[in-house]
């Protein structure tokens, strides 16, 4: 499973990084990041699909690999 924010959607409340912070990161300007290529660790998904489901501009994608 890989993540990715849309940069032009994101607006910096944080949420992504707060709920799952193995998988998001900041910015130095407060704004999401995807950490390790967006690449979801193994046991980190639910958290990675409460954070999705968090974003209030719904700017996180889930990318479902086989």
Avoid: W
Wanted: glycine share 16%; proline share 5%.
């Amino acid at each position: 499973m890989k993540v990715h924010i849309d940069t032009g959607r994101c607006q910096g409340h944080g949420r992504c990084y707060d709920l799952a912070p193995g998988v998001f990161g900041e910015d130095g300007e407060g704004y999401g990041t995807v950490l390790n290529g967006g690449v979801v660790p193994a046991g980190e998904e639910q958290q990675a699909r409460l954070a999705v489901s968090n974003c209030p501009e719904r700017a996180i994608d889930v990318i479902e690999e086989s």
